[in-house]
């Protein structure tokens, strides 16, 4: 098996800096897709007016946003910068959503920082115009080593409405299957257990998710140079219970392209957008790899193997750098 990993281009300015020229979007700029489905944005997710022009007239059913909550990653100290920012674009996906819509956050809690900026996101919510649904967890299996604490395994999910959102419950069955019996009441004079009323022999999932698996880099959808990925199956569970097909989705943290892998394999519509020219450029690579080959991500390559393997410089940084090696 062959494998060519990609270090994590967030973290390397010039290994990032050789790959901008392989970018087809520049700030401001917007992909369509030629199938007429999808767009994709280079454009801040709080700049109003390149937002307004990427959108046009068109709402949109279901938002699921996973903005950058590791504040070094966002390089920001101030929890009150970090909701200051998280309030703009939370105000413009209200504007942009239908009066009968879902909104999903991916969001997490510092442990070692009073647990910000969860708390302190949670009450500026308050005053959007978003009811309260719902607090997910989803379980990471690996987790994070400690000695001296409980292990992380666990990654913060807040469901919002607006309105009334459809909700497909049909489609919120794990393939986790029912083996307990228990919960017994009358249906029409007769005793009956919750087995018998069941609609599914599989367990329901709630709103912790214990059956979705973390990214890792040996799985599929791996995509090597990112980093923060959701699993494709946990924003496919969001789509098909919160939207219908051919409904349109926003996302104003393309980063991996998951979002929009999960709403071509799902029949849905996703516009989204994202700051970095590289990230962009990564989830229309995906869409196109999907669609020619059928794969979800890079587990054995990257995104940009041809330009790797054509660029003699780009090839002897990660070999000296890194001892990654690219053999013709």
């Not at 967030?10 to 700030?27: A, G, I, N, T, V």
């Not at 519509?269 to 869409?287: A, G």
């Not at 780009?314 to 053999?327: D, Q, V």
Request: proline letters at 4%; charged letters at 30%.
């Amino acid at each position: 098996m062959v494998s060519f990993p990609l270090p994590r281009l967030d973290k390397d300015k010039e290994l990032y800096e050789m790959f901008l020229p392989y970018c087809r979007l520049k700030y401001g700029d917007v992909w369509n897709d030629p199938l007429k489905k999808h767009s994709v944005g280079c454009i801040d997710c709080i700049d109003k007016s390149l937002i307004k022009e990427f959108v046009g007239n068109k709402k949109y059913s279901l938002a699921v946003h996973d903005p950058p909550y590791n504040m070094v990653a966002f390089r920001k100290t101030d929890s009150k910068k970090f909701v200051d920012w998280c309030k703009q674009w939370v105000g413009l996906s209200y504007k942009l959503l239908k009066k009968d819509s879902a909104f999903y956050v991916w969001l997490g809690a510092d442990h070692k920082n009073h647990l910000e900026p969860f708390a302190e996101f949670i009450m500026m919510m308050k005053d959007t115009g978003f009811e309260s649904k719902s607090f997910i967890t989803m379980r990471n299996q690996r987790g994070y080593g400690t000695q001296k604490n409980w292990m992380s395994v666990r990654q913060e999910l807040l469901y919002y409405s607006k309105g009334e959102p459809v909700f497909n419950t049909k489609n919120v069955y794990t393939d986790i299957p029912k083996v307990l019996k228990g919960y017994y009441k009358k249906v029409n004079g007769v005793n009956t257990e919750n087995l018998e009323r069941s609609k599914s022999d599989k367990i329901r999932a709630g709103n912790v998710w214990v059956d979705i698996q973390q990214v890792f880099y040996l799985m599929e959808e791996n995509i090597n140079g990112c980093f923060a990925q959701k699993p494709l199956s946990a924003i496919e569970r969001i789509i098909n219970v919160s939207s219908n097909p051919r409904d349109r989705v926003i996302d104003f943290f393309a980063h991996s392209g998951t979002t929009l892998i999960a709403c071509e394999r799902n029949k849905r519509k996703c516009h989204t957008v994202d700051i970095d020219p590289i990230y962009c450029e990564i989830s229309i690579r995906r869409l196109e790899a999907f669609r020619e080959k059928g794969i979800i991500g890079w587990q054995n390559s990257n995104p940009f193997e041809k330009e790797i393997r054509a660029g003699k410089k780009i090839k002897a940084y990660l070999k000296e750098k890194y001892n990654i090696e690219y053999k013709n």
